[in-house]
């Protein structure tokens, strides 16, 4: 999807929207929350629409021990709560902090946007970009709606910040944001890079089977020498005393 | 008069069993109530002391694979007396962090889903894996001990013939585990402040460990062999303290290294809240032990040891909370202090920790290994320590632990 911040007037039928579709409490609220997946955040005349970014290389996906939470090939990022373990490393790793804990339940699962998967599945729009009176949300293919942005920022140069966020942040998302004001005074992490973060784990994860073929081997090895060592300490030691013949000279 | 009727109950046994009631009451309102009602965790902070104590216990329990990896694998044969102490500590460690890691889970009933759901992109996946395998390596290494004492001898035989992979096993799994704690938050780099996160989390974690272990269960020999008899002799305790210093300055090089290579030495030249929790945490656990085990009268020394022990310790306790909670209350700017029934689950479960030790040291051979080994062990076992060391039941020789 592609968020134009310059569009958004700040009316909430996003929001409003969404609730309805997700059967949520209808009340508006200004934060993301377990009844919130959608949520305007005022910056003086700016308004930023939080929501999950359903990352192409999704950080909540690569620490889920379980694969409770999948990218899928259309773009949103699933949650089977039937799956999840409550580890809640989703909560602790998620660059955009989306993902919210019912924390007052004994059966705890995590909830966000779902990018309207079923809705998607039914060839609809997600009921935020349908509810948009001003399309300030556009619903498409990403590779056209990057061509969109880029054609915004070509026409109106003075208008935008020249960027498209999420284009290769954190190694690409589905939400695309055109703004006027820079984006690190909108509340986005100006911290995280391009790498995607789940690249990070991996140089380390990367290195578990060296460490264990190269580290059996040597921990093997020193065994093998130091036992040796002891076996000809303890024999030279017998021989000195002259008490037992050579191993191989016994009958 | 009247308290001679009942068994001995010393101070420590009335707080530990104080204690271990207390957490259990705590534990059971976490799983009437839920975390929200029960801990001070939020969407914001969803880990906090629990966490930590995990990498404290697990640390702790470095002593499991380093002291077996010393003896069985690099043939030091003469610090067998504490590898069954060594190997007692690990397994009731890990044992108490799987307890914790269970209560810590939203969900206890999936605890199970790791073992048949992986993701093997997830560090958490590795750590659940590790940490299975390696309990149940520990308790095949622990399992001689019971068998021993019921008098089942031929399934030792048998554990005996796979010892050795069993053991290289062991050492590989708790190295992976060990480092993995800190990879962890790898992928966090801007939750985790900067004198904590780096690339070589998964490094020094595993070279602090190595340190703790080794610092644990020499505070254990010096609390276990008093009353005149010595777990270990003098000469050899202070050849472990050397161990300790140099894994320490290791650590205080590549850390410092590692600072300035990113650029973030700067950090600690205001004080802040964040550089004075790592200034505590180098200084304490860290540049002062080293400079106390540098020298011979120290190292020497029991009370020297008590001291450099605990301290490297107490370091150890605050790298690890500084890791897992003050490091992260940078961003979002969000401050965390654990509720009172997570401190009561915490000590409750440290409290049992050291309960089932001292029933287990007074039931179980952990001290009488030396004995049956052959001759040849007790020979070179016995060069540099003047006596034997059998220790006897000291009643409430836990007490000081």
């Known amino acids: 999807m592609l968020i134009d911040l310059t569009l958004c007037m700040g009316c909430n039928a996003c929001q409003a929207a969404c609730k309805e579709e997700n059967h949520l409490s209808p009340n508006e609220e200004k934060n993301l929350s377990l009844t919130a997946y959608t949520a305007l955040n005022k910056y003086s005349d700016v308004y930023v629409r939080r929501l999950c970014q359903h990352c192409d290389v999704p ?62 599945a039914k060839g609809q729009l997600p009921a935020c970009a349908e509810a948009c009176p001003v399309g300030a949300t556009l619903f498409g293919d990403r590779d056209e709606l990057l061509l969109e942005a880029a054609r915004r920022l070509g026409a109106e140069p ?80 017998a021989e000195k005393k002259g008490e037992t013949p050579r191993p191989e000279e016994k009958p | 008069m009247k308290l001679r009727l009942l068994p001995r109950i010393t101070g420590w046994q009335a707080i530990s069993t104080t204690l271990i009631l207390a957490g259990t009451l705590a534990a059971i309102a976490r799983f009437t109530y839920g975390l929200g009602a029960t801990t001070n965790l939020t969407d914001e902070f969803p880990w906090g002391l629990w ?8 640390g702790l329990a470095a002593s499991g694979f380093t002291i077996v990896a010393a003896v069985n694998i690099f043939h030091a044969k003469e610090y067998e007396p504490i590898v069954r102490p060594a190997i007692l500590t690990a397994f009731i460690g890990y044992l108490l962090v799987v307890l914790v890691l269970i209560i810590d889970l939203g969900r206890p009933d999936h605890f199970w889903h790791p073992l048949v759901m992986w993701n093997p992109h997830s560090v958490m996946c590795e750590i659940s894996w590790c940490l299975m395998l390696y309990t149940s390596v520990l308790s095949l290494e622990f399992a001689p001990i019971i068998l021993e004492k019921v008098k089942i001898t031929w399934p030792i035989k048998w554990i005996h013939a796979i010892s050795l992979p069993l053991m290289i096993v062991g050492v590989l799994l708790s190295t992976l585990h060990q480092s ?16 904590w996160y780096t690339p070589l989390l998964p490094v020094l974690f595993f070279i602090s460990c190595i340190a703790s272990g080794i610092a ?14 010595e777990l270990l002799s003098t000469h050899l305790r202070a ?86 909670i003050t490091g992260l209350e940078v961003y979002p700017t969000q401050t965390y202090f654990p ?24 039931y179980l051979p952990i001290f009488e290994a030396v004995e049956e080994a052959g001759p040849q062990v007790q020979q070179e076992a016995a060069t540099g320590r003047p006596e034997p060391i059998y220790l006897t039941r000291d009643d409430g020789g836990m007490e000081s632990s």
């Open chain 1, 59 to 120: 950080t909540c996906v690569s620490v889920c021990p379980v694969g409770a939470l999948v990218k899928q090939g259309d773009g949103p990022v699933a949650y089977d709560a039937d799956k999840c373990i409550g580890c809640r490393y989703c909560l602790q790793a998620c660059p955009y902090h989306v993902p919210k804990y019912e924390w007052s339940s004994t059966k705890p699962r995590i909830q966000k946007c779902r990018f309207c998967a079923p809705r998607l």
């Open chain 1, 158 to 237: 003075t208008k935008y910040v020249p960027r498209i966020y999420g284009k290769d942040d954190v190694g690409g998302t589905s939400m695309f944001y055109l703004s006027s004001v820079p984006f690190e005074q909108l509340g986005f992490d100006s911290r995280l890079g391009r790498v995607p973060l789940p690249m990070l784990t991996m140089s380390a994860l990367s290195k578990v089977p060296n460490v264990l073929s190269v580290g059996g081997v040597v921990l093997g090895g020193i065994w093998w020498i130091t036992n040796r060592r002891t076996e000809v300490a303890a024999f030279e030691a």
């Open chain 2, 51 to 58: 966490i930590g104590f995990d990498f404290l216990g697990i």
């Open chain 2, 180 to 195: 993995s704690f800190g990879s962890l938050y790898l992928i966090v780099p801007n939750r985790l402040h900067a004198l």
């Open chain 2, 216 to 229: 644990m269960i020499l505070l254990e020999s010096l609390i276990l062999s008093r009353g005149g008899r």
């Open chain 2, 239 to 324: 050849n472990l303290a050397k161990i300790i210093a140099i894994t320490l300055a290791v650590y205080f090089v590549v850390r410092v290294e590692d600072l300035l290579a990113r650029g973030a030495l700067h950090e600690l030249t205001t004080l802040t809240y964040y550089s004075v929790a790592f200034y505590t945490e180098l200084l304490v656990g860290f540049v002062v032990p080293f400079a106390l085990l540098l020298s011979d009268r120290i190292r020497t020394s029991r009370l020297g040891l008590y001291s450099a022990t605990l301290m490297v310790l107490a370091g150890f306790a605050f790298n690890r909370m500084n890791t897992a």
């Open chain 2, 339 to 362: 509720s009172l029934i997570e401190i009561f689950i915490m000590l409750g479960i440290t409290a049992l920790g050291f309960t089932v030790f001292s029933y287990v040291v007074k």
